[in-house]
């Protein structure tokens, strides 16, 4: 197992669609739980691949709150079958928009439909954080971060925060 680095914003990799897996063998899986540690290590609840630096339709997720048993989650090639009218708004961050926030409306419930770590094809009806988290991965999946959905003005703001924060966590 290994904590990989985090692609952060502006870089251009976070724009690009990722592409569907292929096969689900064992080094996908040992890819899938390097993401895994990476995703604890940060810490965040959810990764998708390309923040990792491969353009490959994954995402891992665990909403498990502190204390609690670990409940990891692997989504492989997922596609939203379907979304609510229900809106919900969370405060969304992003481990590629390290230590910035922002209210963020999306359908308060979704069904997702994936490849699991043996490769099994499953549906769930997710709702609350999961449905939220699930959304803002499959946004990665296909080049978007939560600060497109801001203003031009808003979007530029947090691109220069983050170059601040992660020029002073090099330095
Ligand atoms: O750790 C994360 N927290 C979070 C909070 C609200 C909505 C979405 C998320 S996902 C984020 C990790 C991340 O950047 N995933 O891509
Ligand atoms: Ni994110």
New binding site residues.
């Given amino acids: 197992m290994a904590v990989l680095p985090i692609v952060t914003v502006p870089d251009p990799l976070l724009k690009k669609v990722s592409e569907p897996v292929k096969k689900v063998d064992d080094e996908l899986r040992t890819f899938m739980d390097d993401m895994l540690e990476t995703?604890y290590d940060?810490?965040?609840?959810?990764?998708?691949a390309v923040?990792v630096g491969r353009l490959l339709r994954i995402l891992v997720i665990d909403i498990a709150p502190d204390g609690e048993d670990p409940n990891p989650m692997y989504f492989i090639n997922p596609e939203i079958t379907w979304t609510s009218e229900e809106l919900n708004t969370?405060?969304?961050?992003?481990?590629?928009?390290p230590e910035q926030y922002a209210d963020?409306e999306r359908p308060a419930e979704c069904k997702v439909k994936f490849l699991d770590y043996d490769g099994n094809e499953q549906e769930i009806h997710a709702d609350g954080?999961l449905a939220?988290?699930i959304q803002?991965?499959m946004d990665?999946l296909n080049g978007v971060v939560?600060i497109d959905y801001l203003s031009k003005i808003k979007r530029s703001m947090y691109v220069r925060k983050v170059k601040k924060h992660v020029k002073e966590k090099a330095g």
């Avoid at 940060?42 to 998708?48: D, N, Q």
């Avoid at 969370?90 to 928009?97: A, D, P, T, V």
Wanted: aromatic share 8%; proline share 4%.
């Fill in positions: 995703m940060a810490p965040g609840i959810g990764l998708a923040q969370y405060n969304e961050g992003c481990l590629s928009i963020i954080l939220t988290c803002h991965e990665h939560f």
